[in-house]
């Protein structure tokens, strides 16, 4: 049976690895290591270990071949596949379960593209897909196709500066659906260069592909590089509070270039009209003032964007939070055809 989860955008985890180092300020109050000590309680296999012990479990790795219902998949919700201490060939057969299982969506999220591209961007000629091929032909026999149609590739980014770093990796990479996560979201994101919309009528010039980056060159018209956007902001004891128009602008953003948005939550933090009761009615106080900007953007549109650095934010906790952003629930999918 699948590992159930309260995440708003999958069915299902599986965590053929566990344990990870963190990396950026979006690492700082991980969920996954906070429900680590619960964890260990309940699962023998994690038992005695640090949650920076990064770990293989074979035993695991063949789970999904037994799921027969269709569902979308987390895969490492408890670790980042792509973490340097994880065996190359370890994550080859992690590609190649996936490609046995075309019935489930597996959906991956990494703070490390670099490693990604690394091993799947090889191209037909690399050592990787060959593994995966190899790892394929023992579970089934579907054919490889490359890059894996079932497989939705992600980074997980925090502000401007993880976006510059990552998503210019992720739009290199092979992938079916390359997605974003900005959960926590600590600060404003302008995606708009990733989404790659391209100029002019008819075919045009993709505006990655004149930076240097963009691996498919020329796209028609209303086709994208991200595929999907998640957005949510912090929850946990220690959360930090998300300005309620960082999420707007990337729901806004999204619009503008027809690409699917979910909010996934508020999180410890909301506004007051998207609150429920208010069990702690602890207002934020100067915690935004003059700390964000959007880089791309000159300061008097900045100023024209950002009237009110200073909104009313109340600590209720994730539940009485919600995830209504201006009234709305915003739920959106990729639609894949495959």
Not at 5 to 27: Q, R
Not at 239 to 260: E, I, K, T
Not at 273 to 294: D, H, I, L, N, V
């Amino acid at each position: 049976m699948a590992d159930k989860t309260g995440i708003e955008w999958t069915d299902a985890t599986w965590n053929p690895v566990t344990g990870c180092t963190k990396v950026s300020a979006g690492c700082k109050h991980c969920y996954a290591e906070r429900e680590w000590p619960r964890m260990t309680r309940l699962v023998p296999a994690y038992a005695g270990r640090d949650f920076t012990d990064v770990r293989m479990h074979l035993d695991r790795i063949e789970q999904p071949l037994h799921w027969k219902k269709p569902r979308r998949i987390f895969v490492n919700s408890m670790s980042d596949l792509f973490h340097e201490s994880v065996d190359q060939r370890f994550i080859s057969d992690v590609f190649g379960i996936m490609a046995a299982c075309p019935q489930h969506t597996f959906q991956i999220l990494t703070k490390r593209p670099a490693r990604a591209l690394e091993l799947l961007g090889q191209g037909c000629m690399g050592r990787f897909q060959d593994d995966v091929e190899e790892c394929l032909v023992m579970h089934s026999n579907e054919p490889l196709v490359w890059p894996l149609p079932n497989v939705w590739l992600g980074v997980s980014i925090e502000d401007q500066a993880t976006a510059d770093e990552r998503i210019p990796l992720l739009l290199k990479t092979p992938a079916a659906v390359r997605w974003i996560s900005t959960e926590p979201l600590l600060g404003p994101v302008d995606l708009s260069y990733g989404f790659g919309v391209p100029t002019g009528s008819g075919n045009g010039s993709c505006p990655m592909h004149l930076a240097g980056i963009c691996p498919e060159g020329l796209l028609p018209k209303g086709e994208t590089h991200i595929h999907w956007v998640v957005a949510g902001g912090e929850s946990g004891p220690k959360a930090r509070p998300m300005h309620p128009d960082w999420v707007r602008s990337l729901r806004d953003q999204c619009a503008a270039a027809c690409v699917p948005f979910l909010f996934k939550q508020w999180g410890e933090w909301a506004p007051g009209e998207s609150c429920g009761p208010m069990t702690r009615p602890e207002q934020t106080a100067g915690y935004f003032a003059g700390k964000w900007t959007f880089g791309t953007m000159t300061k008097k549109q900045n100023e024209e964007l950002h009237i009110d650095d200073e909104p009313d934010l109340y600590r209720v906790g994730k539940k009485a939070a919600g995830r209504l952003l201006d009234g709305i629930m915003h739920n959106a999918y990729p639609e894949v055809t495959r």
